[in-house]
């Protein structure tokens, strides 16, 4: 079957997404093969999405796109539109086909000694400026687990601006194509929509179109 464009850019998304979290395995089994007890810190879905609204801020809400459960303190509400938590990025944290399950007891470990150390409390409690700190110093170039940290930042940005949850998704359906104001999947196109400029008639010297 065909893809439309949309359909496409959604899809190598979510592939690029996949790609940076496949870059960053090998750092994360170095990791918990260092230290074996990694693998056992809890996939804190919370924590999660507290740096995905890190990542894409939104509004207050307590559900997501897919009606999932949203932490009452994971959203700080620094943006009045809605962001990437409500785009479901917890589901595509978990989602096994995109591989992040195995990297977040290292990212986690990692995210949690740098809440503690910038703000005095795990990352959950910190308001949304010291989340921003915190997000910036797991990003610098000088962090030796920074492939850990892009892995994590490219899944929420993924399932906003891809809505990588949702078989063709819509605007009514994905609150990032809401955002962005992409109508989203229309298999059947969309009735009147035209560039409002007429195809060109005219011919170059060697017979392409001008």
């Not at 940076?20 to 804190?44: K, S, T």
């Not at 990542?55 to 994971?74: K, Q, S, W």
């Not at 479901?88 to 949690?112: E, H, Q």
């Not at 809401?178 to 298999?187: K, N």
Request: aromatic residues 6%; neutral net charge; contains cysteine.
């Amino acid at each position: 079957m065909e893809l439309s464009r949309r359909e496409l850019l959604g899809r190598a998304s979510t592939v690029g997404a996949a790609a940076l979290i496949a870059q960053a395995l090998p750092l994360a089994h170095r990791l918990i093969a260092a230290e074996p007890a990694l693998a056992d810190v809890p996939i804190d879905g919370a924590t999660l999405q507290a740096f995905a609204d890190t990542m894409v801020p939104g509004r207050p809400a307590t559900r997501t796109d897919l009606g999932d459960e949203i932490h009452p303190r994971a959203i700080a509400g620094a943006d009045p539109e809605p962001g990437a938590v409500e785009a479901d990025a917890l589901r595509l944290y978990n989602d096994p086909l995109i591989g992040f399950p195995t990297l977040a007891p290292p990212f986690l470990a990692d995210l949690s000694v740098r809440s503690l150390a910038v703000g005095q409390a795990p990352f959950l409690d910190l308001d949304f400026d010291r989340r921003t700190e915190v997000a910036k110093t797991g990003l610098a170039y000088d962090n030796p687990n920074r492939t850990l940290w892009e892995a994590a930042a490219a899944v929420p940005f993924t399932a906003f601006c891809a809505a990588a949850t949702q078989p063709n998704a819509t605007a009514k359906t994905a609150s990032g194509y809401r955002v962005m104001g992409l109508p989203g999947t229309a298999p059947g196109g969309y009735r009147g929509f035209s560039y409002g400029r007429k195809l060109a008639r005219e011919r170059t010297k060697k017979g392409s179109l001008g």
